[in-house]
């Protein structure tokens, strides 16, 4: 039995190249897309399709905005059969445009779905600027129950997060995924000291996108990707494992 991966980068825009190769090397078949960090993406633009064309078993990994598309594709497409979301979010949020108007960031089936709108009042408060206060207050604004990402749809979930994220509060939003999901298959990884960017064993640590502050150091984020690694390869393990026995 096959298990096809498609890996999401985040904001930055680069493909996690590093990333698709060690699971390559693991025996898994991976793609790893660029795609446009705007508004309006649709979740079906994703080449799930191709994997499924060729693999019994699909899982997606992504990270910070791709780890939201993650875990929407995971609620949304009953092909997947896990998720694992670096530095999640728990809800769908907005892109803002260049006449500074806002639109979620992502369609399915031609549909646009419910987001949190930024707060149009906030100003950093650092430079390079940090924007967890960004999000705590935009959610503070209402109640933004339609914009929660349906968590408790998808199978089975890993969430990877850093104590120090500077982007957002991805550890509030992991312990809100992991409440929302009760007794579902859920694992957690979290390095107290670590920041948005988690680094595996065998990758480089990524220095692309616009500045701003993501926390952590070099040393935490590759302790939490050490720890992260072998709960990846159970988690793929268990995926492949079920897929052969539902073939007996």
């Given at each position: 039995?096959?298990?096809?991966v498609?890996i ?13 190769r060690i ?6 078949d991976?793609?790893?897309p ?5 508004a ?6 994703f ?11 699909l899982v997606?990994?992504g990270?910070?905005w ?24 728990a ?15 992502w ?6 779905l ?13 430079d ?6 960004l ?7 209402a ?7 349906p968590?408790e ?5 890993l ?7 500077k982007?957002?509060?991805s ?42 502050a993501?926390?952590g ?7 939490l ?23 007996l």
């Amino acid at each position: 039995m096959s298990t096809g991966v498609l890996i999401l980068h985040g904001s930055s825009g680069t493909p996690d190249a590093d990333r698709a190769r060690i699971l390559r090397d693991e025996g898994y078949d991976v793609l790893a897309p660029a795609w446009p960090v705007r508004a309006e993406v649709p979740l079906e633009s994703f080449p799930l399709d191709e994997l499924a064309g060729r693999n019994d078993r699909l899982v997606v990994m992504g990270s910070s905005w791709g780890a939201e598309a993650a875990l929407l594709l995971g609620a949304l497409d009953e092909r997947i059969h896990a998720v694992v979301a670096f530095a999640p979010s728990a809800y769908v949020w907005g892109r803002v445009d260049e006449d500074g108007s806002q639109r979620s960031a992502w369609t399915w089936r031609g549909e646009p779905l419910p987001f949190v709108p930024f707060a149009t009042d906030w100003q950093p408060d650092a430079d390079p600027p940090s924007y967890t206060s960004l999000y705590r207050q935009s959610l503070s604004k209402a109640d933004y129950e339609s914009a929660r990402i349906p968590v408790e749809r998808i199978r089975d979930v890993l969430l990877i997060a850093g104590g120090d994220d500077k982007v957002w509060p991805s550890v509030d939003f992991t312990e809100e995924i992991v409440r929302r999901r009760g007794a579902l298959p859920t694992r957690l990884v979290v390095g107290d000291a670590a920041g948005h960017r988690p680094v595996l064993p065998g990758e480089t640590p990524k220095t692309a996108g616009q500045t701003m502050a993501r926390g952590g150091t070099e040393a935490a984020d590759r302790e939490l990707g050490d720890r992260a690694w072998p709960e990846i390869l159970t988690l793929l393990h268990d995926v492949r494992r079920a897929a052969s026995l539902d073939e007996l």
